[in-house]
């Protein structure tokens, strides 16, 4: 079961960009979708990410006990308050589990959005602890107030290398967002925390966070000897929501609409892949 989120949730998402769900779904749904997940370590999809971490994307819609939460009603109408929109659609959902002593030394500072084919100001992410996590053992860590900022840090892989994604053909759409980028990376946040407003948060099983995808965002790996961390987001988007591909940073081609429907750049995201999951005058 997923609960409603607080109007002081929502008021602190709008101020720093992120608000910390305690309590989000409850014991039962965390039993059940870490089973499906661990299914899908052992078993990757498609678009598995190849790395010294379990990550895999876009395969949730297919496994009973995660659609359930995605679609969950509740959810959308949630992620749809969140981003002031009338709808909201499922946009792809996102796995990240780092086994004990797993550490990432770059810490991966990132904002998404520019990673994905999207752009406009409904495009909200919630991340959902499924085991109990710190900062040691890779909670997810936010720079506070950078939802903000209209320019983007260059994308790079959680091994700190820049990340390449073929397009085929769409490759042609994509469009000059160079002045959008800083020239630099994201800066070591972490090695000076208090002054640049990091917020750190430990989470419960069953505890989310839900965060713009604009804010500067990192775990920092998992340095715990003894803890598995299993983590699992899921995207939406709104009303204003269009379709972009930006050229010279990695997309991924993961989250494209199903390839026997138009694709168009400024277009709605409409394919049948980013189902609806709230309407407010279907309410
Ligand atoms: O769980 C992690 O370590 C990374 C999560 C993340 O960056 C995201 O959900 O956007």
């Known amino acids: 079961m997923i609960r409603h989120i607080t109007n002081d949730e929502l008021a602190r998402y709008r101020a720093d960009g992120v608000a910390k769900l305690p309590g989000f779904i409850d014991a039962e749904q965390v039993a059940a979708m870490l089973v499906a997940l661990d299914e899908q370590v052992a078993n990757p999809g498609r678009w598995v990410t190849k790395s010294h971490y379990h990550s895999d994307r876009a395969f949730g819609l297919g496994v009973p006990e995660l659609r359930d939460y995605l679609l969950d009603p509740v959810l959308g109408e949630n992620v749809a308050r969140a981003m002031g929109s009338s709808s909201a659609r499922f946009f792809f959902d996102h796995m990240f589990v780092f086994e004990p002593n797993t550490p990432v030394d770059d ?33 997810l860590k936010f720079v506070r107030g950078t939802h903000t900022e209209q320019r983007f840090y260059p994308p790079l892989g959680f091994d700190g290398s820049p990340m390449v994604g073929d397009l085929g053909e769409l490759a042609s759409h994509a469009i000059d967002v160079r002045d959008l980028f800083h020239e630099h990376q994201a800066p070591p946040f972490h090695e000076n925390p208090e002054q640049h407003g990091v917020i750190e948060f430990s989470y419960e099983a069953g505890d989310a966070v839900l965060f713009s995808t604009r804010i500067v965002h990192s775990s920092g790996g998992n340095r715990s000897l003894t803890d598995r961390r299993v983590a699992y987001s899921a995207r939406y988007v709104g009303d204003d929501a269009r379709l972009v591909l930006r050229r010279g940073v990695f997309q991924d081609p993961a989250l494209l609409p199903e390839e026997d429907q138009p694709f168009e750049i400024g277009a709605p995201l409409t394919s049948r892949r980013y189902p609806i999951v709230y309407e407010a005058h279907r309410k």
Do not use: K, M, N, R
Not at 107 to 125: A, C, T
């Open 107 to 139: 810490h991966y500072w990132h904002q998404d959005l520019p990673f994905w084919p999207v752009d406009g100001q409904h495009v909200v992410s919630i991340w959902l602890s499924l085991v109990d996590c710190t900062p040691e053992s890779s909670a």
